[in-house]
């Protein structure tokens, strides 16, 4: 009886970040205007495109359309810094906290629908100054900060909220690291 118990509450607990269909649970509306800004990425899961990175920041303006003007720049471990511009539009009109983002590439431009990545803000602290992205797959995550460095309670709130909504965090890369 006890094993049972043990067994629903586990399940509860991991469909508790997930919506109905299964897919991570986000936060609501996001006010753009104050998402805007550096944001610092804290930690991510492994990805192809950051494969070189040890420090990562992107930052984020607001355009007059509602679009989002996107710069993500990375520092490699030899201290080189690459860049990548891009685009943020909403998934649905009126709806903040699921985008699509495409970088302006070469590879984008050839194919435009099939490079358009989902960015889901999955959780976002009052004051905008943490946030936990990720996509509705699972597949990619980021711990992000205002800040270059965040205190050990934040960081686990951080981890806790990811944690809840199904992601695995036993794989992220923290700053500083390489892939």
């Known amino acids: 009886m006890r094993l049972a118990v043990a067994l629903c509450a586990l399940l509860l607990i991991g469909c508790a970040g997930s919506s109905p269909d299964g897919v991570p649970r986000t936060v609501g509306q996001v006010d753009l205007q104050r998402y805007q800004g550096t944001w610092y990425e804290l930690a991510r899961l492994p990805m192809f495109f950051q494969r070189n990175c040890v ?11 509602g679009s989002v003007a996107v710069t993500n720049r990375c520092e490699t471990g030899d ?3 690459e860049q990548a511009k891009g685009e943020a539009v909403p998934q649905q009109p009126g709806q903040t906290d699921k985008l699509w983002v495409r970088f302006d590439n070469w590879f984008s431009n050839l194919f435009p629908g099939l490079t358009k990545g989902q960015y889901w803000i999955l959780y976002l602290d ?8 990720g996509s509705p797959d699972r597949d990619y995550l980021w711990l992000l900060s205002r800040e270059a460095e965040v205190d050990a309670a934040t ?5 806790d909220e990811a944690r809840q909504r199904g ?7 923290w700053r500083g690291e390489s892939s």
């Open 126 to 133: 009052e004051g905008y100054n943490v946030a936990l992205v």
């Open 55 to 65: 420090r990562s920041e992107a930052h984020y303006a607001l355009q007059n359309d």
């Open 155 to 159: 960081r686990d709130t951080l981890l």
């Open 167 to 173: 992601y695995d965090t036993s794989e992220l890369i």
């Open 79 to 81: 201290g080189e810094w």
